[in-house]
C-alpha cells in the first residue's frame, strides 16, 4: 500500500511540474473580431509562447499577443512593426520604419490612412493588425511598453484548417538590407 501511495504522489507531482511549466511558458488565445485578417481569423485559436521574449528582444515581424494600454477585458493580436528609437510613418499607402517602406506581402490591403513621422520613445514599441483598415491598433495614437507584450504568437491550433505555424515575418532583414 505504501509503494502505491508513493507511487501516486510522485505522479501527481509530476503532472503539477508538467501543468506549471506549460502554464508559464505556453498559452492559448482566442483571435477576437477581423484585425489580423488574412492571416488569423474571427475564432482562431493560438498558442502563444510566453518564454520566447526570455531569450531575447520582441522583434519587428513578430506577430504578438499584447495587453492593450486602456482598459478591455480582451488580450490583442498585433504584429509588431517599430521598436523602441524608431521613427514610423503611414503614407501612401505604405508603413516607413526609419524612412524605409517595408515590404508586408501579409497585409490584406495596404492602408488607407496617414500616420504622421513619429519618433518611438525607449520603451514604445508601435503594433499594427495585419488587417490594416480595421484594426484599433498604434495608427490610432497608442503605443505599448515591453512590459504589455505578452509572448510571440507560435501555433494556430483551432480550427483544424487553419493549423499550422505562426505568420511571423522577419522585417529586420529588409531594414538592414535599405541601410546597405
Not at 108 to 122: C, D, M, R, S, V
Request: hydrophobic content about 40%; charged content about 25%; proline content about 6%.
Amino acid at each position: 500500500m505504501k509503494t502505491i501511495l508513493r507511487d501516486v504522489l510522485i505522479t501527481l507531482a509530476i503532472a503539477l511540474a508538467i501543468f506549471f511549466t506549460l502554464r508559464a511558458t505556453v498559452q492559448a488565445y482566442k483571435v477576437v473580431e477581423c484585425c489580423m485578417e488574412p492571416n488569423y481569423v474571427e475564432g482562431e485559436w493560438l498558442l502563444a509562447s510566453k518564454a520566447t521574449y526570455w531569450f531575447h528582444e520582441p522583434e519587428r515581424g513578430d506577430v504578438i499577443i499584447l495587453e492593450p494600454p486602456f482598459e478591455t477585458e480582451e488580450v490583442y493580436i498585433k504584429r509588431l512593426i517599430a521598436l523602441p528609437g524608431d521613427t514610423v510613418e503611414v503614407k501612401d499607402g505604405a508603413v516607413y520604419i526609419n524612412g524605409t517602406a517595408i515590404d508586408e506581402p501579409y497585409i490584406k490591403e495596404a492602408p488607407a490612412y496617414t500616420f504622421p513621422l513619429t519618433e518611438l520613445g525607449e520603451d514604445e514599441y508601435f503594433v499594427l493588425g495585419d488587417n490594416r483598415n480595421n484594426a484599433n491598433d498604434s495608427s490610432k495614437g497608442w503605443t505599448i511598453s515591453r512590459d504589455a507584450i505578452i509572448g510571440k504568437a507560435w501555433f494556430s491550433y483551432w480550427p483544424i484548417s487553419e493549423w499550422g505555424g505562426a505568420n511571423n515575418y522577419p522585417l529586420a532583414e529588409q531594414l538592414e538590407a535599405a541601410t546597405d
